[in-house]
């Protein structure tokens, strides 16, 4: 249906052309000869010019009648010469008119039309009718003749051979922008495409996403956007007025303080959390992110907006804290009492010497525990921000005697040699209990999944300004492939995972993120089946943001 519609416009337009050009010439040739009336009168009543004229009326009603697009494209050439024909009866019947002038029309026609054939035939022609005129007329050849009989020909050439360049320039110009029209249809085409194909991915996703433009208008939106804040997916700027609660769920927020006009000032914005009205009177929690788009150079393009319904996260978040602060207090009771026992336990006269020794350790651990319980309970009420460290001076040898005596136990269960390789003092201001519990599990860990009869040794030491401690074994080791996922929470080992050792995958990653709030760093070299060794850094002046 196409092709023929483009064939249809294409035949109007030659046949409006073929009129066009006709009716020019006619309007021409009327022109000459109201001309002549004026001046030679006579030169108009000989037969032959009259039937000139007569020619070029009759041929441009034809012009008019003729649908010229269904018949040969040659056929059209008769038009311009029967204009020829008329212009040299013209010229025979007056050969002082100077009618040989209006040979440029029909010449630049046969040129323009059929190119270097029509300009040839359009020459030939008027020149044959410049000789015939001078011949029937029987004028000598004179310095006077010179410019209708040589020049005119010469003149006629030029006219049609520039007109030839022309027209191939222009049909050259045509084809170039036809293609170019292609091209641009097709990327139009290409475009629009993925246009539908971005709108329906972004139809398909769960969060809400809109595009900014430039201007900070809402350009495009999805449903996910428009369920999420009760709007019209095709009213993307419907988002500038609404109502949303700061984090706290109570705070108003003003109209430039919501996150959609944030965005479209301007302004970027990781994981805002914002509340806003749900069904009934509930709330929701919205994490919004925005993000200034570029263009190629580097200028201001618009913003993307990406909305996220967190609201069941926060509420699972809310669940598990109550859970941990709930399960903690049930073991701070029976813990009170067990410490309460072996304080009367140590309080007893006559107990051997390893006894005693034995309900020590036990106390301390007992009382250790109590500060863990104490620490999750705080980390419930404060889960949003971690606990602020107590910083204080702190032996390191303290804490890695305490930590080997509180593993020595499950140590000799397995003949497992604890070692401490160091003795002289290392002072670090640090959190006491925070970096017991680092010390913990490397040793937890280096007992664990050490070999039967193998050996753990540890060791701190400072030297200028940095404080090390170091807790090697000889333990089965970790493949090179899985090094970079130790310190991921709830990783553990395909090896491990397979045999009888038990984990939470947890150790680790708590460990890197206390010695990292020291301002340290933890760094493991393991070879598979040849042990691990851990190597903790510290800034001994503590950290730098206490």
């Excluded at 350790?361 to 921000?385: F, P, T, W, Y």
């Amino acid at each position: 249906m196409s092709g023929a519609g483009d064939s249809r416009r294409a035949g109007a337009t030659f046949d409006r052309s073929v009129v066009l050009s006709q009716l020019l010439f006619g309007a021409v040739l009327v022109t000459a000869v109201f001309t002549l009336l004026l001046f030679s009168p006579v030169a108009l009543t000989k037969p032959i010019a009259i039937v000139a004229v007569a020619l070029v009326f009759t041929a441009t009603g034809v012009a008019i009648i003729v649908p010229w697009h269904r018949f040969p494209r040659a056929l059209v050439m008769a038009l311009p010469i029967v204009d020829i024909l008329a212009i040299g009866l013209i010229r025979i019947a007056e050969p002082a008119a100077g009618v040989g002038l209006l040979w440029f029309f029909p010449t630049i026609w046969l040129a323009s039309y059929f190119g270097l054939t029509g300009a040839i035939i359009a020459v030939a022609t008027s020149s044959a009718l410049v000789w015939i005129s001078e011949l029937v007329s029987e004028r000598a050849f004179t310095a006077v003749s010179v410019p209708s009989v040589v020049l005119l020909p010469i003149v006629l050439s030029f006219i049609a051979t520039s007109t030839v360049l022309s027209s191939r320039r222009a049909g050259a110009q045509r084809v170039l922008l036809r293609t170019q029209a292609k091209q641009l249809e097709r990327a139009l085409r290409r475009a629009n495409k993925q246009e539908e194909r971005l709108a329906e991915v972004l139809n398909a996703v769960d969060f809400g996403v809109v595009r900014l433009d430039r201007d900070g208008r809402g350009g495009v939106m999805n449903t996910a956007y428009a369920k999420l804040y009760g709007l019209d997916v095709a009213d993307p700027d419907a988002a500038r007025d609404g109502v949303a609660f700061a984090a706290d769920r109570a705070t108003p927020l003003s109209r430039a303080e919501l996150p959609f006009n944030r965005a479209a000032a301007g302004q970027e914005f990781d994981d805002e959390v914002t509340w806003i009205p749900g069904e009934g009177s509930e709330l929701r929690a919205v994490s919004v992110t925005a993000r200034r788009l570029y263009d190629e150079d580097g200028g201001l393009e618009g913003g993307v907006i990406v909305a996220r319904d967190i609201t069941e996260e926060r509420n699972a978040v809310r669940a598990r804290d109550d859970l941990v602060a709930s399960v903690s207090h049930e073991l701070r009771t029976p813990m009170t009492s067990v410490l309460g026992y072996i304080d009367l336990s140590l309080d007893a006269e006559g107990l051997p010497p390893n006894v005693t020794r034995n309900l020590e350790i036990m106390q301390r651990n007992g009382d250790r525990m109590l500060e863990l319980i104490a620490s999750i309970l705080q980390s419930a009420k404060h889960a949003e921000a971690p606990v602020p460290l107590a910083l204080a001076p702190v032996d390191l040898h303290d804490v890695l005697r305490d930590a080997v005596e509180a593993a020595q136990a499950r140590a000799d269960e397995r003949d497992i040699r604890l070692t401490i390789t160091t003795s002289e003092p290392a002072v670090v201001r640090a959190d006491g209990f925070r970096l017991r519990q680092v010390v913990d599990n490397l040793v937890s860990n280096a007992v664990k999944y050490n070999r039967q009869g193998g050996e753990v040794m540890v060791g701190a030491t400072v030297d200028e300004g940095m404080a090390w401690v170091v807790v090697r074994d000889t333990g089965i080791g970790i493949p090179e492939a899985e090094l970079p996922k130790v310190f991921e929470r709830f990783f553990r080992s395909g090896g491990v995972r397979q045999g009888t050792v038990h984990g939470s995958g947890l150790g680790l990653g708590i460990a890197r993120e206390l010695v990292e709030r020291h301002g340290g760093e933890i760094h493991i070299d393991s070879e598979e089946g040849s042990g691990t060794t851990v190597i903790v850094t510290l800034p001994v002046a503590g950290p730098e943001d206490a």
